[in-house]
């Protein structure tokens, strides 16, 4: 129903930083919750960080304080900051849009981040 698309993943050295976007499109209704999941090789997908309508934030434990989520609801779009960046934040980045009144889970294609030592 929404069409997800990821850009801003990249190889980048320890230490350094990644903003992440995500484009939604196709949408008849509010997109309540937007965010960021990652898969790791070996892994299973895990929660990064997600952001309501309104603002309010969740985040993973292991991110909190290095990542920020923001969003512009005007364009339908997600971000992701990603500052001090570590090797154990390689992976797959998905973008996740959730829409509470058709009750459907959207994602994204995924867009690799690479962090080497």
């Known amino acids: 129903q929404v069409q997800l698309l990821e850009s801003g993943g990249g190889l980048v050295q320890a230490g350094g930083s990644l903003r992440l976007s995500c484009a939604a499109s196709g949408s008849r209704f509010n997109i309540n919750v937007m965010g960021w999941y990652r898969q790791a090789p070996g892994k299973q997908r895990e929660l990064v960080a997600t952001i309501t309508t309104i603002g309010t934030t969740n985040y993973a434990d292991s991110v909190k304080g290095r990542f920020t989520i923001s969003r512009d609801n005007a364009k339908n779009t997600v971000y992701l900051q990603m500052n001090s960046l570590k090797p154990e934040d390689t992976a797959v980045y998905y973008c996740?849009?959730?829409?509470?009144?058709?009750?459907?889970?959207?994602w994204g294609q995924g867009t690799q981040v690479t962090v080497s030592s």
């Open positions: 996740y849009a959730r829409v509470i009144v058709v009750q459907t889970d959207n």
